[in-house]
Nanobody, 121 residues
Framework: QVQLVESGGGLVQPGGSLRLSCAAS????????MGWYRQVPGKQRELVAD???????NYVDSVKGRFTISRDNAKNTVYLQMNSLKPEDTAVYYC???????????????WGQGTQVTVSS
């Protein structure tokens, strides 16, 4: 099995920063894309940013220039550095990884449990 564990959420004032981490563990052969999504009540989960194992990244327009995604392939970990946070960034943030693991014949998506980010004064 594969587990994704997130950390780093919390309460921050507008203009502040937070760094999220997500570590994948288990019977992992390889990880392709890792990404961060967010969801607020009553809305669909949206992609915030993702990154390939080669380092190519992609961002939703609303976070470009403020958020930076990175990963440590040796540690199977993805990070999201969030700067200049705004109240509209408030959401539960989930990480997702496309993983090739033992016991399953092809790539599969795995999700973390989510971490709350609240931006408020």
């Amino acid at each position: 099995q594969v587990q994704l564990v997130e950390s780093g959420g919390g309460l921050v004032q507008p203009g502040g920063s937070l760094r999220l981490s997500c570590a994948a563990s288990g019977s992992i052969f390889s990880i392709n894309v890792m990404g961060w999504y967010r969801q607020v009540p009553g809305k669909q989960r949206e992609l915030v940013a993702d990154i390939t194992n080669g380092g190519s990244s992609n961002y939703v327009d609303s976070v470009k220039g403020r958020f930076t995604i990175s990963r440590d392939n040796a540690k199977n970990t993805v990070y999201l550095q969030m700067n200049s946070l705004k109240p509209e960034d408030t959401a539960v943030y989930y990480c997702k990884a496309k993983v090739l693991s033992s016991g399953r014949p092809w790539w599969n998506d795995y999700w973390g449990q989510g971490t709350q980010v609240t931006v408020s004064s």
